[in-house]
């Protein structure tokens, strides 16, 4: 089949371009030729990168305006969203005129009225991201397929960051710091929870003054919060707090080999969220040998896998019209006790769990992808 991708550019070092690409990986390999509809990191005009034709965003945001012109123009005989597929809902009943497939994030209880409604009018097939997700879809009467997030860090990844790991903490002078990490696109002032988890690591830092939290995330972004004014704010000591550099994440010097590294001199990831669709982080710090803390919420109840996790409490989403959970800060703190705890000992157990979302590893292609496009491909099409 000819299929098109619709999401961000497999270049961009986000979580979306990130699977984009492993996606366009697996579907080449069952023999099919895809290519990708660009709405975020491509203007102006095609481009070919890796052998793929990518196709450039319009004027309009989500690619309203080039979604179907795209599809059209690739002869596509099958189109897969990878976005929040409720950003489309302006030409929903447009989109009827392609074979549709939505493979989408669902982090709330029941599934958001927003994607409920969309893939009613589009009349687009959902896939389900996770087994939580597909619960709700399932719930909310539609019969979705599944296929997970991946990750791609392998098991000569893992001995890597094993034998690098001592190195790169004696080079950022934290050898003897217990490190606790988040990994949190900086997007909203609201889902992923890092107020809560800055209160929670000042308590803990108070009583164990040798921890240090390193956050991966844009420190100051138009729709997010200022985290260096945020960790001011809430009394976290000055050298208590790492924040990736800005310009090396925005211009895209972040590869996998130094995210490797980065989850390697972790002791534990904190993925305190009110909701995750999958919670990509979980899985990448859990292959490279880092345990994980998660809230007991939406997907991350599946992944956090050998780590802790906190019950927290229902926060109603009235964008969505339905409920997440506020991550408990005092039930962080007592987490991040057990990890300085016990987190060593489970680096093991933590990377083989992960293992079953490795892209190769996982046989993710051949046992999910490849009868979920038996399933969607058009009568005739060869």
């Not at 986000?14 to 492993?22: K, P």
Request: proline content about 6%.
């Amino acid at each position: 089949m000819r299929i098109m991708i619709h999401s961000n550019a497999p270049y961009v070092p986000s979580g979306y371009g990130q699977q984009t690409r492993l996606l366009l990986g697996m579907l080449r390999e069952l023999g099919h030729e895809p290519a990708v509809s660009a709405f975020y990191g491509l203007t102006g005009q095609p481009i070919t990168w890796e052998g793929y034709p990518i196709f450039p965003a319009g004027q309009l945001g989500y690619g309203l305006d080039m979604i179907i012109p795209h599809a059209k123009a690739w002869r596509a005989d099958l189109v897969i969203t990878l976005m929040d597929f409720w950003q489309l809902a302006p030409i929903a009943e447009q989109l009827q005129e392609l074979n549709l497939a939505a493979w989408l994030p669902v982090d709330c209880t029941p599934l958001s009225k927003l994607d409920r409604e969309m893939l009613k009018r589009s009349g687009a097939r959902p896939i389900a991201m996770s087994e939580f997700g597909t619960e709700q879809l399932h719930g909310a009467g539609f019969d979705p397929l599944y296929a997970p997030h991946v990750h791609e860090f392998s098991s000569q990844d893992y001995e890597a960051a094993k034998e690098s790991r001592a190195r790169y903490r004696e080079n950022m002078g934290i050898a003897d710091r217990f490190v606790i990490g988040i990994c949190a696109a900086n997007n909203d002032h609201l889902r992923k929870g890092i107020p809560e988890q800055f209160e929670a690591f000042r308590r803990f830092h108070t009583v164990y003054p040798d921890a240090l939290l390193l956050v991966h995330s844009i420190a100051r972004t138009g729709r997010g919060l200022d985290l260096t004014e945020l960790a001011h704010d809430m009394g976290l000591p000055q050298d208590s707090v790492r924040i990736t550099d800005s310009y090396a994440q925005l211009s895209g010097a972040f590869d996998t080999e130094m995210m490797r590294d980065w989850y390697s001199v972790l002791d534990v990831l904190s993925q305190g969220s009110y909701a995750e669709a999958f919670g990509v982080p979980m899985i990448e710090a859990q292959a490279c040998g880092t345990p994980v803390i998660g809230t007991l919420s939406s997907a991350m109840t599946e992944n956090i896998g050998p780590g802790w996790s906190t019950v927290g409490e229902g926060f109603w989403n009235h964008v969505h019209g339905a409920w997440w959970r506020r991550p408990n800060i005092q039930g962080l703190y007592r987490n991040y006790e057990k990890a300085h705890r016990d987190a060593r000992y489970r680096r093991g157990v933590a990377r083989d769990f992960a293992q079953k979302f490795h892209v190769t590893e996982g046989a993710i292609a051949s046992s999910y992808w490849k009868p979920i496009l038996e399933e969607l491909e058009p009568k005739g099409c060869e």
